[in-house]
């Protein structure tokens, strides 16, 4: 028997979201009660992993042990939920590694849970998930929303639940203060050159931005709290950030001359370091996008993170809607991806078990069923490494980075030769039985080569360890020359993966 699916939330159930952040990692605990989520455990340390970028894409060793001992507190917390309870997320500083793997294997052990990479835009539509939420949007009204981390800024609008627009630069507190003040000295020419380096990047979307217009302007995550905390205690403002205030404060922090000399009202010691960067960042955005009044949010995307594992167990996980959008952007014969689709999942079915594959390796299967075709768009020679192209590297809604690698891992080992680079960006604890879900496409996709609508016969399939015994009816087999030969190839070319193909008639 296939092994069941994840149960559906029932009262009384944990979910946790962890966001490792360029400068600080959170961990937000939530119990799910009526259809809805309570808070009830909030973690945050600073750990400023971005500090320990060196600009070639390495990881300072020295960071490494307060980012594994801040992971291993929260791995305590939430050592008893079940996996698909707890959603990972890490950000822009692994974004940039050059090896992510030699982080997120120690991570992963540490904190006990995966941890997925996402892609600056998905991080944004996280971000907004999470401020919607947590500030309801009045119907009819747009919003946008920005969150300055340590080493990204993300800017959305959206309306509703939904954003609309989605940017990610690459600027945050902790970039922007090493980038331009890191000497440490501080001094009104310096600002006024990277004020306008900065305006420039915001100038790639804020014509667009200004022309799609908002109804007000909402703040996320510690940066922009911690400037509207010294626009309030200024009292420049009561619960805001204005042009005004914003300049205020800007002319007086320029009063210092270094970043250690810096003190405001309002202004932790914590903060002080990477203050001036993240104000820099901010009083560019306010001047780029004309931005008169921002009010802020306390929550973030971690708490969109929360909100996205709910709407996935509803039924409404954005994934399946951007799977559809592929499709039609790409005009994929859908058809014949239901088709192999079907197949696909046979065969899974009859894998499940000795293989121990999971719901989440299913999931992964059925999407690459449904878009494997999408790269005849470009060309049908070499479709496949086509479409693994353009699954990696689009912007694809709700995916992870790690999922959408793994996706186009599938996508470009369904046919041919085997391609065992394309593995190399799917973590070490997945890739095994990824490599046997590509198995199962690349046979799901044979059987269906000739695009023809009469159905299957019944395939039986067996797997014991690398082993797979096929089983189709003789009758049938001798009717079908075409996907007899194939058969006999893909037994040739098995063994490039490991494992080896046996074809029985009954």
């Not at 600073?46 to 070639?56: F, K, N, P, Q, S």
């Amino acid at each position: 028997m296939p092994t069941e699916a994840t149960p559906p939330l029932k009262d009384g159930d944990m979910l946790a979201a962890v966001d490792l952040g360029s400068n600080s990692f959170h961990m937000v605990v939530a119990r799910y009660l009526l259809g809805q989520l309570r808070i009830v455990d909030r973690i945050k340390e600073t750990v400023r992993l971005a500090e320990g970028l060196d600009g070639h894409g390495g990881l300072d060793p020295s960071v490494m042990p307060r980012a594994l001992d801040c992971l291993a507190r929260f791995g305590q917390r939430i050592r008893t939920l079940p996996a698909p309870r707890v959603r990972a997320i890490a950000t822009n500083t692994v974004r940039q590694l050059a090896n992510p793997q030699a982080f997120l294997m120690p991570a992963e052990t540490a904190l006990g849970h995966g941890i997925e990479v996402v892609a600056g835009r998905e991080e944004a539509r996280l971000i907004y998930l999470g401020v919607a939420h947590g500030n309801p949007p009045e119907p009819g009204r747009s919003r946008l929303v920005m969150d300055i981390g340590g080493g990204s800024t993300e800017v959305i609008i959206g309306e509703g639940f939904e954003a609309v627009e989605r940017e990610s630069l690459q600027m945050g507190c902790i970039a922007t203060t090493r980038r331009f003040f890191g000497d440490g000295r501080i001094n009104r020419k310096r600002w006024k050159e990277a004020r306008t380096e900065l305006a420039a990047e915001f100038q790639q979307f804020a014509e667009a931005y200004r022309r799609r217009g908002w109804h007000e302007a909402m703040g996320s995550s510690g940066t922009i709290k911690a400037i509207c905390d010294v626009s309030v205690k200024m009292k420049l403002t009561k619960v805001s950030i204005t042009q005004d205030s914003l300049a205020a404060i800007r002319e007086k922090l320029l009063d210092f001359d270094t970043l250690e000399s810096i003190k405001l009202p309002g202004l932790s010691s914590e903060r002080r370091p990477i203050f001036a960067g993240g104000l820099l960042v901010l009083d560019a955005a306010f001047g780029a996008l004309g931005i008169e009044r921002m009010y802020v949010s306390d929550h973030a995307m971690r708490e969109g993170v929360l909100y996205d594992l709910l709407g996935r167990d509803r039924q409404e996980d954005p994934r399946d809607q951007s799977i559809r959008a592929l499709q039609a952007r790409y005009e994929v014969d859908t058809e014949q991806a239901a088709r192999v689709e079907a197949t696909a999942m046979s065969l899974f079915d009859q894998a499940e078990l000795p293989w121990r594959l999971d719901p989440d390796n299913r999931r992964l299967l059925a999407w690459a069923a449904r878009i494997h075709e999408i790269g005849l768009v470009i060309a049908h020679s070499q479709y496949h490494q086509h479409g693994a192209y353009l699954v990696e590297n689009s912007d694809i809604a709700g995916f992870s980075r790690t999922e959408q690698q793994t996706l186009a891992a599938l996508v470009r080992n369904q046919r041919r030769n085997p391609n065992p680079a394309s593995f190399d960006k799917v973590p070490d604890r997945l890739v095994a039985n990824v490599q046997r879900c590509a198995l199962l496409l690349r046979l799901a996709v044979l059987m269906h080569r000739s695009h023809d609508r009469d159905p299957l016969p019944v395939v039986e399939l067996d797997v014991d360890g690398d082993e797979l015994l096929l089983r189709l009816p003789k009758r049938w087999l001798e009717g079908h020359p075409l996907t007899r030969l194939d058969l006999e190839t893909e037994r040739e070319l098995l063994p490039g993966y490991g494992h080896r193909l046996v074809l029985r008639t009954t």
